[in-house]
């Protein structure tokens, strides 16, 4: 079974920072976009990040832009969220998912609506 596992999650002061990681079981998840979501208690999940499979197309929310950082390294099939600056509004359940639905080797990240193969979450906490 194909499988997304998050890792990196936390506590974090204001101010902070965290980086989570994805490591994917399938190599396969190269040569698709991947993509952080996160879910505050309360609210619908959102997109928080999203990079194409070849690191050439990147979107960021607009409320991480200047903050977060998307990376990946197909070699270990790990996508990174390096967050910067974190606000007690970051906090929520993180996410990450793949576009497989999109062709592989797209040289764009797809739409939102379609990344799935979700992983478990990791809970990031951000104290004021």
């Known amino acids: 079974q194909v499988q997304l596992v998050e890792s990196g999650g936390g506590l974090a002061q204001a101010g902070g920072s965290l980086r989570l990681s994805c490591a994917a079981s399938?190599?396969?998840?190269?040569?698709?976009?991947l993509g952080w979501f996160r879910q505050a208690p309360g609210k619908e999940r959102e997109p928080v990040a999203a990079i194409s499979w070849n690191g050439n197309r990147v979107f960021y929310a607009d409320s991480v832009k200047g903050r977060f950082m998307i990376s990946r390294d197909n070699a270990k099939v790990t996508v990174y969220l390096q967050m910067n600056s974190l606000k007690p509004e970051d906090t929520a359940v993180y996410y990450c998912?793949?576009?497989?639905?999109?062709?592989?080797?797209?040289?764009?990240?797809?739409?939102?609506?379609?990344?799935?193969?979700w992983g478990q979450g990791t809970q990031v906490t951000v104290s004021s």
């Open positions: 998912a793949a576009n497989v639905r999109q062709p592989p080797r797209s040289d764009s990240v797809g739409a939102l609506g379609d990344f799935g193969s």
């Open positions: 399938a190599r396969t998840f190269s040569f698709f976009a």
